[in-house]
Nanobody, 117 residues
């Protein structure tokens, strides 16, 4: 079992930046693939970014590639999402998740990101 708590969301103007954090507790954090997802009002949850346990070979949704950076610090049991050049369409609740057995099994409660135009 892994417990995940996101933080760092807020209101920012278009073009601004935010860094989200996801603190993990419970089982060995370093063994999990970690991901960020988001859900905008009236839309389905969508994949944003993923990072393996080693920290290499990250993956991003096309919509955020070049603007967002996922990273992790296994010593701190934390995964981050640095978001630059934010757009109003990035407005959503952002969730971190931990994968087990090939699928995302553990989810945080989410943190709201609102980008004003």
């Amino acid at each position: 079992q892994v417990q995940l708590v996101e933080s760092g969301g807020g209101l920012v103007q278009a073009g601004g930046s935010l860094r989200l954090s996801c603190a993990a507790s419970g089982r060995t954090f370093s063994s999990y693939v970690m991901g960020w997802f988001r859900q905008a009002p009236g839309k389905e949850r969508e994949f944003v970014a993923q990072i393996p346990w080693s920290g290499g070979s990250t993956y991003y949704a096309d919509s955020v590639k070049g603007r967002f950076t996922i990273s992790r610090d296994n010593a701190k049991n934390t995964v981050y999402l640095r978001m630059n050049s934010l757009k109003p369409e990035d407005t959503a609740v952002y969730y971190c998740a931990a994968a087990e057995g090939g699928s995302y099994k553990y989810w945080g409660q989410g943190t709201q990101v609102t980008v004003s135009s």
